[in-house]
Structures are given as structure tokens and as C-alpha cells.
């Protein structure tokens, strides 16, 4: 077994951890929506309904949600990877993907996802440098397709 000087190995052994692969969308002050590529979700309950997802506490989505208290979940579908590559890396605040790509965007979830979910805050536990963002789901609904997945640092379909 490797111990905690094998940060690389560790990454690897998660690697192998497959998901599928979500965008939590926050509203800006100028109405614009931002969006984060995430995994790091978690049903913690159906009954009442809570998620629970972790954030980097350098993230934008990070200080948006303390803010802004509501967010949404979107679970991409296997044609969404170009959404998934775009929410993954620094993008300007400000620039709406939604509007250049001509994205439909639902209130606050993107249109066609597998998945979609609107969630409002309720606890926050922070842990080193995350967050562990505690949430009601308010409204959730779901769409026929396939689920894009993330496995070994890479996108894949099924
Ligand atoms: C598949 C995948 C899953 C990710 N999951 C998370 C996650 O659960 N939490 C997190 O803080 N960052 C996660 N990231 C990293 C963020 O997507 C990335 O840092 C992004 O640029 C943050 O955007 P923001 O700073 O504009 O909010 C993930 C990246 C990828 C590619």
C-alpha cells in the first residue's frame, strides 16, 4: 500500500472511482448564470431531500453559493462533454456560455441534462479547503439519455 507521499497514486485510486458528471449553476448579481463541472455530489437523503456537494473553497461557485444561498444541479447527458470542458476550466465571469453556444438553459438548469435538480442551502461544514455545502432540493425533474461519465481523469460514454 502507498501512504500520503504518493499524491499521484491517490489521484489514481480515486481515477478509479467512475461517476457521471454534473454542473452546479449559480445566479449572478447581473443575472448571468455560472456554471462549475462537479462530481462531488452526494444524495444524502430522499426524504426529505437533501444533497450534499463539495467545493473547493478557491472556487467561484464557491463563495456564489454562500451568497446566493440557491443553486442548481445539471447531470450531463453523453453529448454534453463540451459543457463539462467548458465548466472545468477558469472561465470569465461574465461570458455567457449559454448565450454564444446558443445553449438552452432552463431557470437556473441546463435544458436536455439527464437530470436537474434546484437546490437551497441550508448547513455549510467547511474541511481543510472544501465545503461541504448542505441543501434542500425544491424542484427536480429528469430526461430521457444516456449519461456522460467521468473515469480515469477522462469523459466517457457508456
Ligand atoms: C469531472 C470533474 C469533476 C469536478 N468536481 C469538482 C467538485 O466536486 N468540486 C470542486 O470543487 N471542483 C470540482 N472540479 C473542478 C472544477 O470544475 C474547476 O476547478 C472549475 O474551474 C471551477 O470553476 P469556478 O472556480 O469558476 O467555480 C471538477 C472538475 C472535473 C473535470
Same mark, same amino acid.
Given at each position: 500500500m502507498k501512504n500520503l507521499d504518493d499524491q499521484l497514486t491517490l489521484r489514481e485510486c480515486w481515477g478509479?472511482?467512475?461517476t457521471g458528471v454534473s454542473i452546479i449553476t449559480t445566479r449572478l448579481d447581473n443575472k448571468k448564470i455560472h456554471g462549475m463541472t462537479a462530481n462531488g455530489i452526494l444524495s444524502v437523503s430522499l426524504n426529505p431531500p437533501i444533497v450534499l456537494v463539495s467545493i473547493g473553497i478557491e472556487r467561484n461557485t464557491h463563495d456564489f453559493i454562500k451568497k446566493k444561498k440557491s443553486f442548481g444541479i445539471s447531470v450531463l447527458n453523453s453529448s454534453q462533454k463540451e459543457i463539462a470542458e467548458y465548466f472545468s476550466k477558469d472561465n470569465i465571469l461574465g461570458e455567457n456560455f449559454f448565450d454564444y453556444k446558443e445553449m438552452p438553459l432552463g431557470e437556473l438548469v441546463i435544458c436536455k441534462s439527464i437530470a436537474q435538480f434546484e437546490c437551497n442551502l441550508f448547513k455549510e461544514i467547511k474541511i481543510f479547503d472544501h465545503? %461541504? @455545502? %448542505?441543501?434542500?432540493? $425544491?424542484?427536480? $425533474? @429528469?430526461?430521457?439519455? $444516456?449519461? %456522460?461519465i467521468w473515469l480515469d481523469s477522462k469523459y466517457k460514454k457508456i
Open positions: 478509479r472511482f467512475t465545503t %461541504l @455545502f %448542505l441543501a434542500t432540493i $425544491d424542484n427536480f $425533474d @429528469f430526461s430521457e439519455g $444516456d449519461p %456522460l
